[in-house]
């Protein structure tokens, strides 16, 4: 899995399509990452202390790793991720502009 914990990703299929968001979390087993504000449901909250009342929150929920796609810091469009041998060190590259991801 290439897009790794705060990359700044764009929404390229679903519901979300076109939204961009930095990744707060990545799961490599199971395919998904979490974005900031995207994929949003409305979860219910059961109360944790006695006296309090129950709630609906909104929550972020992962999206699959296919869905989206990275954004060249250059260009600010969505590029693919590839891997150079740089100074005997292996660099995560953009396809589009070439430029080094730190």
Known sequence: MKIKKNDNVIIIA??????TGNVLRAYPSLNKV???GINKKK???RATK???KGQIIEKEFPVDVSNVAFI???TK???RIGKKEIKG???RVTK???SVIS
């Open 43 to 45: 979860k219910n909250q």
């Open 89 to 91: 060190k292996m660099e």
């Open 14 to 19: 679903g519901k979300d399509k076109g939204k």
């Open 50 to 52: 006695s006296g309090q």
């Open 96 to 98: 589009k502009s070439g």
């Open 34 to 36: 979490l974005v900031e």
């Open 72 to 74: 060249d810091p250059k």
């Open 77 to 79: 469009k969505a590029t």
